[in-house]
DNA sequence: CTTTACCCACTTTTT
DNA sequence: GTGGGTAAAG
């Protein structure tokens, strides 16, 4: 095991065996970056340094977890596991769970994702009666995000000059306002947004030196990956736990930042060397991943490129094969033309499912892939997306485990207060809002006393009975663990019965998901706390702020199942393939609209293009599709520019035909390819379009003009003696005139006694429809 | 109060 | 094509 150092080349070892002081690490794409902290870990621990000292920081779980892993297999025991590496946020989090209430928050705050976020912050803007067109909620709530990332606090907000100019020029000067009420929400609902994670612990280190202090001691050295990708607030809380021992190592290649979206500055490794006198540097240039003709496609896209830390990325792998470049018709046909070119590798070149990536620039790409895969057989499965925890069955069930755990939740609340339906409706709902705001209570509180909020009646017993169940399972918690609380909620609230009785594909499906998330719970309470001194918080607020910052990613890592994998190119960084298809290379799409008119974001896109590139050991495709579907209507772009930037020795052009086609050949070796259209087969099929659609718009005016006059009630006049008669004293059998509907006959009676349903037959022109009683007026004939 | 039927916006990228 | 939000009917 102590042999560990002869498997790294020379700097690889020169940053592994440096242990104090600061260290920056400039890795290249596949230089073994992984490698090199998980052995330069393992080496500190080998040199006497505590596990429980040390602190390493990634942006997801998946790399936190291969690096752990990597680790104990370094180490062959399982020190590892004292060790602090997660997330950025996780760790924050766990953090804050032990320090929260020093901030005035529950330690079972709840974490509030993107979804929550929006939805509090949409309810914030109706209730300040701003046009949610101007204010849209996901604009407002990026313009917040930002702040919060730079650190910024409301007040600060609504002070500098700048960003007011900015959010009066958008015509949106209240943002602050918004931003300040938001945040105040937030924390009257003990609730953190994922920004807060960050912002709340930098104010955290800062207002309390004690707890500073305790933790610059306890982390005495300091790992971050993909420090490219840091914001100012990361940048900051990092500075102030690594002030004391500056024991600090970051790993990080300029040219893969492409999270500056959501605050990441590349500023923050440019200057690192200002940051820490005497920093160490040291360069990983040699690549152990790609082919030479990978490789060199890849260091001229990004030479490109302005702003950049000057490297020299090399293999000695064999120069290998070009890149090949695809035009097809239209998503179809590329989504075909994969899938047929992953089985034809497969077979010629004994390649299994699992050598394949399929990478776009979308998620909304995916589904082309997925129907071609399926089709023909090929497993695949996607990465990123829905993640299975914001299904909307799955959210609803946490939502009631969310209040349990903590009360104050107002969103949770608001979500499942009347699902399953219980007769506390929007008005209810509403009251209970305005209520809550004036006297300064939290929802939960007011629940307690509707009567406070003008509640009276049926509104009043249904939320009565609400408290009292979840009473009961906020009981159930002090004794009971989270799967004992999860399957009460299940029973008692009648949701998985309700999912259990809907039997069409999405009931079932959804009643799948919400078993699968009480066996995970499950297995979550039961699986015993590690042996070593670590005790892991089992409890149901521990696991629900875990799983709020899990990814669909992180769910299961069984990463062995031999399946293609399709997933983003960000969630493809870090991650490598013998064979990729990096697809969607169209103006428009990649590189993305909103990018196209400024450099820096163009130079992002382009750093994008390097990462899908350098994705590749020995295979890489590149297509692009002339027509697509967005938005369900027809779009046409032009092929992506960075086609363009790929010197053309390095590349292969061919067209893919529609499936069958025998063109394909012929088209493949014309010359200009990628330029030239398809024009033969397209002259019939004009024809009968233009035909077809002549046709379709009498006949879509018939069916219109038809379907109005069906739609409209058949004229009926009431008498003009109409009454409605009391709905109590209908019954089967009987002759009744409706306002719209005419006479008919009772044929059939049901519903429950204070919810009856008659279904009358109103003869030839209306048929039988089923009336509430409560609320159509009747009037009884006989 | 609840259900249904349209209408619309949605597409960058993620913790 | 989808999912969510709203208006009108039940």
Redesign the pocket.
């Known amino acids: 095991m102590s042999d560990y150092l002869k498997e790294l080349n020379e700097r690889q070892r020169e940053a592994v065996t440096h242990i104090d002081g600061p260290l920056m690490i400039v890795a290249g794409a596949g230089s073994g970056k992984t490698k090199v902290l998980t052995t330069r870990i393992a080496h500190l621990m080998r040199n006497g340094v505590d596990a429980f000292n040390i602190l390493a920081l990634t942006?997801?779980n998946k790399a936190a977890a291969e690096m752990k892993e990597r680790i104990e297999k370094i180490l062959g025991n399982n020190e590892a596991r004292n060790l602090y590496i997660g997330?950025f946020?996780?760790v924050f989090a766990r953090i804050m769970r032990a320090e929260a209430t020093k901030m005035g928050y529950p330690s079972n705050f709840t974490i509030y994702d993107?979804d929550d976020a929006k939805?509090l912050l949409k309810g914030i803007i109706n209730e300040n009666n701003l046009d949610d067109k101007m204010y849209?909620p996901?604009y407002v709530a990026g313009r917040i995000s930002a702040a919060k990332n730079n650190l910024m606090t409301p007040a600060q907000y609504q002070q500098d000059h700048f960003i007011q100019q900015e959010d009066a020029r958008s015509g949106r000067p209240l943002i602050g306002q918004l931003y300040a009420q938001y945040a105040a929400r937030c924390f009257k609902n003990g609730a953190m947004d994922?920004d807060d994670l960050l912002f709340k612990m930098y104010q955290l280190l800062v207002n309390f030196p004690d707890v500073l202090a305790k933790y610059q001691h306890k982390f005495k050295y300091v790992l971050i990956d993909e420090y490219q990708d840091t914001n100012i607030a990361q940048y900051q809380i990092v500075k102030l736990l690594a002030a004391v021992h500056e024991n600090i190592c970051v790993v990080g290649d300029d040219a893969q930042s492409i999270y500056s979206?959501?605050g990441a500055t590349i500023e923050n490794i440019l200057k690192f060397q200002k940051d820490y006198e005497g920093a160490k540097v040291v360069k990983l240039e040699q690549n152990y991943r790609s082919s030479q003709n990978i490789l060199n496609v890849a260091n001229r896209v990004i030479g490109l490129n302005k702003n950049q830390i000057p490297k020299n990325l090399w293999t000695d792998k064999p120069e290998g094969e070009k890149l090949k470049l695809v035009r097809t018709l239209t998503d179809n046909d590329e989504g075909k033309f994969v899938a047929d070119a992953i089985a034809e590798q497969k077979l010629r070149n004994h390649y299994n499912n699992r050598d394949f990536a399929i990478l776009y620039r979308?998620?909304?790409q995916s589904r082309a892939f997925e129907e071609s895969l399926r089709r023909m057989n090929i497993a695949y499965r996607i990465f990123?997306g829905l993640s299975f925890y914001q299904r909307?069955e799955i959210k609803d069930f946490i939502a009631y485990l969310r209040i349990v755990a903590n009360p104050q939740d107002e969103e949770a609340l608001k979500r499942i207060i009347?699902y399953p339906?219980?007769?506390?409706?929007?008005?209810?709902v509403e009251r209970i809002i305005i209520a809550a705001n004036e006297s300064g209570k939290t929802f939960w509180e007011v629940l307690q006393e509707p009567q406070l909020a003008g509640m009276k009646g049926a509104?009043a017993a249904a939320i009565e009975a609400f408290v009292v169940m979840m009473r009961s399972f906020q009981a159930m918690q002090q004794k009971n663990n989270a799967y004992d609380v999860a399957f009460a909620v299940g029973k008692h609230t009648n949701m998985v019965k309700e999912l259990y009785n809907d039997k069409t594909v999405e009931g079932l499906a959804r009643y799948e998901n919400v078993q699968e998330l009480l066996n995970s719970i499950k297995e979550y309470t039961e699986t015993p706390n590690e042996d070593g001194e670590v005790v892991e918080d089992k409890s149901l607020g521990a696991y629900l702020q875990q799983i709020t910052?899990l990814?669909d990613?992180d769910k299961n890592n069984e990463e062995d199942q031999d399946v293609v994998k399709l997933m983003?190119i960000?969630?493809a960084k870090g991650l490598e393939f013998d064979c990729v298809f990096a697809v969607g290379l169209e103006e428009n799409i990649f590189p993305?609209?909103?990018?196209l008119y400024d450099r820096e974001d163009l130079e992002e896109e382009r750093r994008l293009f390097y990462v899908v590139i350098t994705r590749a050991r020995d295979r890489l495709w590149i297509s692009y599709a002339n027509s697509r579907y967005?938005?369900?209507s027809l779009v046409q772009n032009d092929p992506s520019r960075f086609i363009d930037e790929v010197p053309p020795e390095y590349m292969d052009r061919s067209f893919a035909g529609i499936a069958g086609a025998k063109g394909s050949g012929s088209a493949a070796s014309s010359p200009g390819g990628a330029a030239r259209s398809y024009a033969p087969k397209q002259q019939p099929a004009k024809n009968t379009t233009t035909v077809a659609a002549s046709g379709n718009t009498d006949l879509s005016r018939i069916a219109a003009l038809n379907k109005a006059k069906a739609?409209q009630p058949v004229a009926h006049v009431p008498s003009a003696n109409f009454v409605a008669s009391d709905p109590e004293q209908m019954e089967q059998g009987m002759r009744v005139e409706h306002m719209?509907f005419g006479v008919g006959t009772i044929i059939k009676m049901d519903g429950g006694a204070h919810n009856r349903i008659a279904t009358i037959d109103f003869g030839a022109g209306v048929g039988e429809?089923?009336?509430?009683l409560n609320?159509?007026k009747l009037m009884i004939l006989n």
Do not use: D, P
């Open positions: 942006f997801t997330t946020h996780s993107s939805s849209k996901q994922f979206f959501r979308t998620n909304a990123g909307k009347n339906v219980r007769g506390i409706g929007k008005t209810s509104a910052l990814t990613a983003t960000h969630a993305s609209a909103m990018s967005r938005f369900g739609a719209k429809k089923k009336i509430m609320y159509a």
